[in-house]
Every structure is written in structure tokens, then in C-alpha cells.
């Protein structure tokens, strides 16, 4: 996969596309980055890429010519990039969405700043999305987010394929509480059942936490959840040692 970053900070992906997973990804070429500079594509003397906004107001708003003149000239290679504007005023990020771009061939990613960018960019793109209702300081961090959410999922970039697939959100469920050695740590203990070497019970067991997790921390997931899932759940409850 192909990914392309329009940035007026190119600096800001340094460091994370060398760490871990993603620059181990990037260095056996499963994942090619490729980061651009905004400001390269402004045609005049002062490379501006902001401008006061029409109405007035505080703050300055992204120019439409640069980021275009970016969008045209990347576009100009094969496979076309499916082009995503990381803004807060976005549609919601998530597991699905991941997902659906990990197939993708190339994605082109712009991040905005200042208090926001033309919204004539709408005809430019595919798709706005946020990964929160927060605001950051600009679509780089959220980049980065997506970024790192996608590559995990293209084959051959997290070794356990298993892991993935089994995850939390995958199946709409939390992740089920893990332990490790030493058994007892300052008078706390791991539960029972993961000492017993009973995998049938084992796997009860933490299917069992992951839906009751679900439903204490996050109840708009479990609303969600298949109906058989929440009827075997109901069939457990109170028979188990739980949270
Ligand atoms: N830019 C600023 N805040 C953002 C957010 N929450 N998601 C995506 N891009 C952003």
C-alpha cells in the first residue's frame, strides 16, 4: 500500500514512521510513505498556504490552490489514491472503516490546521473523517492515528494474524482482561481459571469478560451486540466469578 501525506509540518512524521511495527512494515516495503510538503505546490513568491476567511473572524483558513496543485499532481500516478481529509467536522474513524482502506491500494491523506481549510476542498476529496470528538491541533497527529490502524491490519505487518483478527473491536467487543507472571503480586492475584489449563473454560472464561467489560464500560457497543451474544451472556451471568 501507498500512502501520501499532505503536511505544512513534514517534520512531524519522522520519528514515528521509524518506530515499531509501521517502520518495520516501511522497511520490508509492505507499506510505502511518502510525505509532501503543502507548501511546495504554492505558486507564489511567499509560499503562503493560509488567508484570512471571507466574513471575517478570527484565525486564518488553508488556501484551496496549494493543497490542489498537491492533489493534481499526485493523482498523475497510478493507482488513483483514495483521497480522506482528517478534520474534526469528519465522519467518525473506527475499526470498519480501517478495515475497508487496508485493502486499498493507495491512500492519499490530508491533514488540515489553522481554524480549518476552503470548504470548496470538498470537491477534491472522497471523504472527511475525525478520529474523536476532540480537536487536536491539526490532522497530523489523526494521520498518524489512521496510519497506524490501517497498516496493522495488511498482511505480513503484524506477525500473529491471529491477534488481529480475534481482537476486540473486531467482533464489536472490548478486549478481555490478560495476565502475566508472577502469579500473585502484592497479595493480588490472576484468576484461577487462567492456571487451570482448562482451554475450553479458559476461553468461556475471557468471552465471558470481554461481554461484561463491554457492557460496564462502553454500553453504546453492547447495545450493538448480535442478540445470540447478549442471550448467551445473560445465561452466564451471576454463575461466574467476574470484574
Ligand atoms: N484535526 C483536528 N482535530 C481532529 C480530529 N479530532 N480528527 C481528525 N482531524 C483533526
Redesign the pocket.
Known sequence: MIIDILTIFPGYFESPLKESLLGKAIEKSILTIRVHNIRDYATDRHKTVDDRPFGGGAGMVMKLEPLVNALESLQQEEPQGFVVL???Q?RL?NQRTARDWSNKKRLILI??RYEGIDDRISHFINEE???????????E??ALVVIDAISRLIPGVVGNKESVDTESFELGLLEYPQFTRPRVFRGIKVPDVLLSGNHQAIKQWRFHQAILRTKKRRPDLFKKLPPDIKKGFNSLEGTRNIE
Open positions: 482528517l478534520t474534526p469528519g474513524f491533514c488540515g473523517i475525525s478520529i474523536g470528538d476532540y480537536i487536536l491541533s491539526g490532522g497527529a489523526a
